[in-house]
C-alpha cells in the first residue's frame, strides 16, 4: 500500500510539472498573465573527470517559475487530502 501512495506521489508531481510547462507556454504572450511565468534558473555548470579510461561529465541545471511552484503546492495538496 505504501508503494501505491508513493507511486501516486511521483505522478502528481510529475504532472504538475508538465502541466505548469503547458500553461506557461500558452501564457507567456498574455500581458496580464506574463507574471506566472517569472522565474528563475540555477544549477552547476559542467564538472569534467578525466580518469584516462574513462571521461565523466556531470551538469545540473533547473528552471523555476512561479506556474510549477503553484502547480506542485496543488499537487501535494491533492495528494496529502487522497491519502
Same mark, same amino acid.
Given at each position: 500500500m505504501k508503494t /501505491? !501512495? =508513493?507511486f501516486? @506521489? %511521483?505522478f502528481l508531481i510529475l504532472a504538475a510539472i508538465v @502541466? &505548469?510547462?503547458l500553461v506557461a507556454t500558452i501564457t507567456q504572450n498574455i500581458d496580464y498573465l506574463k507574471w506566472l511565468t517569472w522565474?528563475? &534558473?540555477f544549477g552547476l555548470d559542467t564538472v569534467n573527470i578525466d580518469l584516462s579510461i574513462i571521461k565523466l561529465s556531470f551538469s545540473f541545471h533547473m528552471q523555476v !517559475? %512561479? @506556474?510549477? %511552484? %503553484?502547480f506542485i503546492a496543488a499537487a501535494? @495538496?491533492?495528494?496529502? /487530502? =487522497?491519502?
Open positions: /501505491k !501512495n =508513493t501516486l @506521489l %511521483v @502541466l &505548469s510547462a522565474g528563475d &534558473s !517559475n %512561479v @506556474l510549477q %511552484v %503553484v501535494l @495538496l491533492i495528494y496529502y /487530502k =487522497t491519502r
